[in-house]
């Protein structure tokens, strides 16, 4: 993301939590320069942290459409898709996500999630997993593979996940 006059007011605002101030700057940039990514994406986080997916869904959908190949965009269209209720298309979009850029951990959790949600464990299972050997000290995304794990009803699975847990927090039996 570009730092420039535009810009940059506007992540002041979001790092100050003024989202309304934010989304403010961002519609008034917009003015100017209605296909402006840095803008639309920062118009889609503000409204998206003002618990406004409808309305960013519309900022992350026109970013996909400016910039198909940007994994990042498809996978913010997909947590806005999540939001509004719309899973199956919140997948789909994932699934773009990873087929842009399938090195990311965190797309293949946001996977396994929405696979967990829409009852099928076993896709889920696969995706945690990927994103857990691709990010073995993520502590969430082993958390969250292992829930898959037990959705498939295999526990033993699910404790081997978990079992090096001892190894990152100094956990007694005291």
Not at 65 to 87: F, K, M
Not at 99 to 117: H, I, M, T, V
């Amino acid at each position: 993301m570009a730092h420039d006059s535009v810009i940059d007011p506007i992540v002041s605002a979001l790092k100050l939590g003024n989202l309304a101030e934010a989304e403010r700057l961002c519609r008034s940039a917009l003015t100017h320069d209605s296909d402006h990514q840095d803008v639309l994406l920062l118009l889609g986080l503000a409204l998206q942290r003002q618990a406004r997916p409808r309305d960013a869904l519309a900022a992350f959908a026109r970013l996909i459409e400016l910039c198909p190949q940007d994994s990042t965009h498809w996978a913010n269209y997909a947590t806005a898709l999540d939001r509004v209720g719309d899973i199956k298309a919140a997948r789909r979009a994932v699934e773009k996500a990873i087929e842009l850029a399938p090195d990311k951990p965190e797309r293949l959790e946001q996977l396994g999630l929405l696979c967990l949600e829409l009852g099928d464990p076993q896709t889920a299972r696969t995706a945690l997993l990927r994103a857990s050997e691709q990010a073995p000290d993520v502590a969430k995304i082993r958390i969250h593979a292992a829930r898959s794990f037990a959705a498939c009803n295999d526990d033993t699975g699910a404790g081997e996940l978990l079992l090096s847990w001892r190894e990152w927090l100094p956990l007694s039996d005291e």
